[in-house]
């Protein structure tokens, strides 16, 4: 399998979704709030980028930002406030250490949770989904496939090996403490998921990567530039960072909250 291009691929559904959204929705547009607490640049970044998202295609999205000293008590007082009035909510991460997560995120309804984080959220988390819809387009046949995917965090490799193993993908799910080329080698598609730049450059790879690492190096004019774990992979086939896995996350938060406004808006 070919790694198609992930612009076009995303572009196409964000036109669908824009269409869908004017034809069926056009008297009360679905819609969003973010949540986030305490100046972070990157979060402001990436929150920046949702709301632009949003905007593209028909979704009402606004962000409610709360100051660093904002109590956990408080967060999750303004949180189960806001839920009445959106189909979606999502709390931007990291949150300052003081609050829990699992505290603002329980504060969601399990209908409104599009970044699928709950456990029993109505909703796939959107790195995971977009990353098993984005396989589909490009053609990935799943049954019988060996897949690797090293990084089990709970947002990105738990849930990914239950969706790729509902696909009925033979699913390898490593992390530090396993012996990874006895895997690399015999995979028909690899995930990384670790967080380092260049993790995966010393192995031999002989099928299709998807890289999901976000990494910040230092590049030769002393500039900091966004890489993945497959760093510097130019003709391989691998997902590029950026313009890869992070399209296809933001991608699928809009497609979950249209979802939500349908189902239970
Ligand atoms: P994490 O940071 O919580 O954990 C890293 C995982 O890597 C752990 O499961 C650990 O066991 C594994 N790991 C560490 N060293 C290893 C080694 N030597 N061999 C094998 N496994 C090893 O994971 P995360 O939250 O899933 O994030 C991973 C990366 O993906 C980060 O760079 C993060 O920024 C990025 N990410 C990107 C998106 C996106 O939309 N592009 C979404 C989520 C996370």
Known sequence: MELKDIKTYVNERKAALKHKIGLNMKDKAPSLAIVQVGENEASTRYVRNKIKDCKEVGIAAEVYFYPENTTEFELVDEIEHLVEFYDGVMVQLPLPPHIRVEAAIAAIPKEKDVDGFRRDSCFDPATPLGIVN?????????TGKEVTIIGRSDIVGKPLARLMTNKDATVTLCHS???????IYDSDLIVCAVGQAGFLNCYPIHCPVIDVGINFVKNDEGRSQLVGDAFNTDGRNVTPVPGGVGLLTRLTLLENVVKAKEMYG
């Open 134 to 142: 984005y396989l589909d387009y490009c053609g990935f046949e799943w």
């Open 177 to 183: 403490k396993s012996k990874l080329s006895n895997h």
